[in-house]
């Protein structure tokens, strides 16, 4: 059974990058973070010239720097040109009492702590700065889509693969996460050699920037994909907190991030469903899907999940079956959000020639509704919580 405190447990881990000088101040921070989880001390730079670089190879989610910082480029300096290079990261100023600085995000310093200082003053500090940075920050910045289906042959793939090419045509920045780790999906449908990079080639340790554009398959539409390991055994390998940390950097690198899952409930699907802003459900009018459907709206509850987490799309909508809509909405207690037509010919050879039928015909009915989805999608993602739920 999914436990309820699973959101309250999900590994939110802080990536830190420290820049400090003095060797006892920076081995008293380590020294305060070693006993806990959800901080990571990314590395300990001594030089304030290579921050610049650290900061947009690691991407951390916040930067503690010494204002007292000697060599060529002062602490104060520093902190300038963190600001000014806007690298979209909150920054800590260390400081003493005699030396004291004001908080001023308008000028890159979004928090100040003085020595001495406790572990849990350091860590309030590390976490609150970094909650009102990101509540703070654009919503158009990142969003991660999870295109879940409860039951397999319902299309979820090829419209993961299409709807990650339709926000690219609409300008944004997307990456495509083969979420089947175990059969690789993605893998066959676009016809990716054996030995193509995946996700396994990442380091487990220390995730930067180079590491990715190392393993990302480039695809000809223009997105790209981090595919899953090319044999069904080598899946054991990844875990939920590898996969953590891998979503915390894309959501540095990528304005779209959409998942393309498995049906299955385990470790590896939650910690994606986690992450996610919002979860894509697929749905067909076929009474086992539904059933499915049903039963995972309950899992969802017992979870913790809201209700605007999840929206239903139905695939095929106008091959009812014998199931009329208002069937549909009754059983799943509320209207789907989204449709897609069938178009089997197209789809099929799409499919079949590895290309996303968005492209192929971007005129066909499938792909101005793939379109229309993607672009209702991004609208949804930047309304308040709450807004336009039924």
């Known amino acids: 059974m999914v436990s309820s405190k699973r959101m309250s447990n999900r590994n939110d881990q802080t990536r830190l990058l420290i820049v400090e000088d003095v060797p006892q101040v920076a081995q008293y921070i380590r020294g305060l973070l070693n006993a806990q989880q959800t901080v990571k001390v990314l590395d300990v730079l001594t030089d304030g010239g290579k921050a610049l670089t650290q900061i947009g190879e690691l991407r951390p989610d916040v930067v503690l720097v010494d204002h007292l910082l000697q060599g060529r480029i002062k602490g104060p300096q520093l902190v300038e040109k963190i600001h000014e290079a806007k690298l979209n990261v909150p920054v800590i100023v260390l400081t003493v009492p005699q030396n004291p600085v004001e908080v001023d995000p308008a000028n890159g310093i979004h928090g100040v702590l003085a020595m001495p200082f406790s572990g849990f003053d350091l860590m309030n500090r590390i976490s609150g700065v970094r909650k009102e940075f990101d509540a703070t920050s654009s919503t158009e910045s990142n969003r991660v889509f999870s295109i879940f289906a409860p039951k397999g042959g319902v299309g979820k793939t090829t419209i993961a693969f299409n709807m990650a090419v339709?926000?690219?045509q609409l300008g944004q920045k997307t990456v495509l996460i083969d979420g089947s780790v175990q059969f690789g999906d993605l893998r066959s449908l676009l016809k990716v050699p054996h030995d193509a990079p995946s996700i396994l080639d990442l380091p487990t340790d220390r995730i930067a920037e180079?590491?990715?554009?190392?393993?990302?398959?480039r695809d000809p539409s223009g997105i790209d994909i981090l595919l899953a390991p090319p044999r069904i055994e080598m899946a054991e390998m990844i875990t939920a907190r590898d996969l953590d940390k891998i979503l915390s950097l894309?959501?540095?690198?990528?304005?779209s991030i959409v998942i393309d899952m498995s049906s299955q409930i385990n470790d590896i699907n939650l910690a994606?469903?986690?992450?996610?802003?919002?979860?894509?459900?697929?749905?067909?009018?076929d009474s086992t899907t539904i059933h499915n459907t049903i039963a995972m709206a309950d899992t969802f509850r017992s979870i913790g999940y809201p209700a605007s987490k999840v929206r239903y799309l139905v695939n095929r909508a106008d091959s009812a079956g014998g199931i009329s809509a208002d069937d549909l909405n009754k059983a799943l207690g509320r209207v789907?959000?989204?449709?897609?037509?069938?178009?089997?010919?197209l789809v099929v050879r799409s499919n079949n020639e590895g290309v996303p039928f968005v492209l192929a015909d971007p005129d066909a009915a499938v792909s101005r509704?793939?379109?229309?989805?993607?672009?209702?999608?991004?609208?949804?993602?930047?309304?308040?919580?709450?807004?336009?739920?039924q």
């Open 272 to 285: 994606f469903l986690d992450a996610s802003d919002t979860i894509v459900e697929i749905v067909t009018y």
């Open 369 to 389: 509704d793939i379109a229309r989805v993607a672009a209702e999608l991004m609208g949804a993602a930047r309304m308040p919580v709450g807004a336009g739920q």
């Open 336 to 345: 789907p959000e989204h449709s897609i037509v069938s178009d089997g010919q």
């Open 166 to 168: 339709a926000m690219g």
């Open 250 to 255: 894309l959501r540095r690198v990528y304005t």
């Open 210 to 217: 180079s590491d990715l554009s190392d393993v990302l398959w």
